[in-house]
Each structure stands twice: as structure tokens, then as C-alpha cells.
């Protein structure tokens, strides 16, 4: 029995398309609070940025709130997946150094465990795309 399941499993899950649809979803949605919290009060972000010292912090709130908000876009839809991918990773190591490196690794006390976790996430869109559950393999036909 097991070896009829087996083959019917694997064809169902294999490859990484799935994976890496769920994934986008997932890292999608991580971004859409920030965003929309950013864009709710762009003043207070940028105040907060020029407070630890993001340079040209009116400039960069608008520019993290675009690019998070572009992001949950296109991370949903698996358009331009690797382009967009890597100004979000920009953005979390922007975040890890000004803001959760202090307080450590640990996500319970602020720490950069999940601006981690995405930023890992953003290098594997960045290396092997959408998948085939995407815009960018029906366009352009990005097997990967």
C-alpha cells in the first residue's frame, strides 16, 4: 500500500513550486502590517528613522513603505520575484542593524530572529524565483 501512496505523494508535492508559492504568501503578508502601518503615519516613521539615525529619513520612510508595499504585491502575485526580492532583503538588514540587533537574537524580546527568518526567505526567492505557481513563470517563463 505504502508503495502506491508514495509515488501519488510524491508527484503531488514534489518540486518546489508549492513550497516556494506558500512561502510568498506567507513572507507577503509578514510585510503588509509594516506597510500599511508605515503609510497610516509616514510623519511618525520618518521622525522615528531620523531618531536612530536612518539618514534622509523622510526619503527612506516613503521609500521602505513603497518598496514593503510593492513587495506585498508582487510577492503575491510571483511577479518580478527576484528583482523585488532584494531591496526587501535591504530593507531587513536595514531593520536587524538599527533596530533588533540590541536586543539580540530572540523574537519574544525584539530580537532580529525574524527579520532573519525573512531575509533567508527573500535570498531563496532571489536564487530560485517563484516556482511555477506564478505570474513570472506564465510570463516569462522562470521555471525555477
Do not use: C
Amino acid at each position: 500500500m505504502l508503495k502506491s501512496i508514495y509515488p501519488l505523494t510524491k508527484n503531488i508535492l514534489s518540486g518546489q513550486s508549492l513550497s516556494l508559492f506558500l512561502a510568498r504568501l506567507v513572507v507577503a503578508y509578514g510585510f503588509y502590517e509594516p506597510a500599511m502601518t508605515k503609510w497610516s503615519d509616514i510623519g511618525s516613521v520618518a521622525t522615528w528613522f531620523g531618531s536612530i539615525g536612518i539618514p534622509f529619513p523622510t526619503l527612506n520612510a516613503y521609500m521602505a513603505a513603497s518598496t514593503e508595499l510593492l513587495g506585498v504585491v508582487l510577492l503575491t502575485l510571483g511577479l518580478f520575484t527576484r528583482l523585488i526580492s532584494i531591496p526587501l532583503m535591504v530593507i531587513m538588514v536595514v531593520a536587524i542593524t538599527t533596530v533588533h540587533l540590541v536586543h539580540g537574537f530572540s523574537a519574544g524580546n525584539n530580537g532580529f530572529e525574524i527579520p532573519l527568518y525573512y531575509m533567508l526567505f527573500l535570498a531563496i526567492f532571489a536564487s530560485f524565483g517563484a516556482g511555477k505557481l506564478s505570474l513570472d513563470h506564465l510570463l516569462f517563463g522562470d521555471e525555477q
